[in-house]
């Protein structure tokens, strides 16, 4: 049986982002297990928007970030997540943090946008 490679990263996020994205995971079902899970489906639907890189450069902004979460990412996510950072690293040079900006701005966008049911 093949196992999937994966690597660990971690970022800081606000206390009142923290918990509204544990209620959400819960709320969808996938447990506290399933954080990591969440969150990477959370960075592939974010990295398909065309104006992600300016999304990222407003999570920039979140200021007092003291929760550290530590995520699980396949390797190919965490390659798709390399690329995006070059690419925001050409729309923003001076950018800090590139790579916690676009998770952080991932679990936003998802927390924002509805998911909405196939079936409606």
Known sequence: MMTKSTAMTSIKVQDKLHQKLQQRIINDGYGMRGKSKWIAEAIESFLDLP????FADIAGDM??????????????LMTKLERAIIETRRHYPGMEGVKSNLIRASILQRLIRQTTSVTE
């Open 51 to 54: 104006d992600y890189p300016t």
């Open 63 to 76: 200021h007092h970030s003291k929760e550290l979460i530590s995520i699980r990412l396949s390797d190919h």
